[in-house]
Nanobody, 123 residues
């Protein structure tokens, strides 16, 4: 299973960007859709996730107060609204399914990594 993220681009410091992720329904009572980001030669970082059970969201400390994850259940879409972007937010962003919604920032993901979307924040 691969989820595809979209909506990345080049922005300036302080600007905003919203990423989108389309997911499929799974034959599970609940799971989470998580956003991860990766910079070359660094470990992949869990950024945010949202539970399909009750919409609970979790955020990495580095993005709290600036990023918001939301979902459109009718469209099977999850969004990552990023505001007050900083150069250190520059990364390739991926979305993925995580079975355990209580630890969704840590993975592991279900399936394999799909194509990411590049976000570049210039200073």
């Amino acid at each position: 299973v691969q989820l595809q993220a979209s909506g990345g681009g080049l922005v300036q410091t302080g600007e905003s960007l919203t990423l989108s992720c389309r997911h499929s329904d799974f034959a599970l009572p609940y799971y989470a859709i998580a956003w991860f980001r990766q910079v070359p030669e660094k470990e992949r970082e869990g950024v945010s996730c949202i539970s399909t059970r009750d919409g609970t969201t979790r955020y990495a400390d580095s993005v709290k107060g600036r990023f918001t994850t939301s979902r459109d259940t009718a469209k099977n879409m999850v969004y990552l609204q990023m505001t007050s972007l900083k150069p250190e937010d520059t990364a390739e962003y991926h979305c993925a399914t995580v079975i355990d919604d209580s630890t969704c920032l840590d993975g592991p993901i279900f399936g394999s990594w799909g194509p990411g979307t590049q976000v570049t924040v210039s200073s």
